[in-house]
Nanobody
Framework: QVQLVESGGGLVQAGGSLRLSCAAS????????MGWFRQAPGKEREFVAA???????????SYADSVKGRFTIFRDNAKNTVYLQMNSLKPENTAVYYC?????????????????WGQGTQVTVSS
């Protein structure tokens, strides 16, 4: 099993940047598919970004169309942490952001794929 703890959320103005962290314990993040999802009030949880295990094409990345070119998911194996760098933030990016881990990379954009979840971190983007 793996335990996930997110941090790095906060309040930022539109156009600003934040870096979210997802610290893992129990197992190494490089052996999991890692995903970031978000949920805004009154909306369903939606996919943001995913990072394949190292064994899968060296860790390919995938992004929701709405964040491509602005968000980057990456991993620091030494710190056993996955990050989500978010640039050019928009008010519509306001949500609780969740980190998740899965044994499998298939269907990486589906929340049901992931077995382990963090508690979430709030991101608020003001206009």
């Amino acid at each position: 099993q793996v335990q996930l703890v997110e941090s790095g959320g906060g309040l930022v103005q539109a156009g600003g940047s934040l870096r979210l962290s997802c610290a893992a314990s129990g197992r190494t993040v490089s052996s999991y598919a890692m995903g970031w999802f978000r949920q805004a009030p009154g909306k369903e949880r939606e996919f943001v970004a995913a990072l394949a295990p190292i064994s899968w094409s060296g860790g390919r990345t995938s992004y929701a169309d709405s964040v491509k070119g602005r968000f980057t998911i990456f991993r620091d194996n030494a710190k056993n942490t996955v990050y989500l760098q978010m640039n050019s933030l928009k008010p519509e990016n306001t949500a609780v952001y969740y980190c998740a881990a899965s044994e499998y990379y298939s269907n990486y954009d589906q929340a049901r794929t992931y077995d382990y979840w963090g508690q979430g971190t709030q991101v608020t983007v003001s206009s």
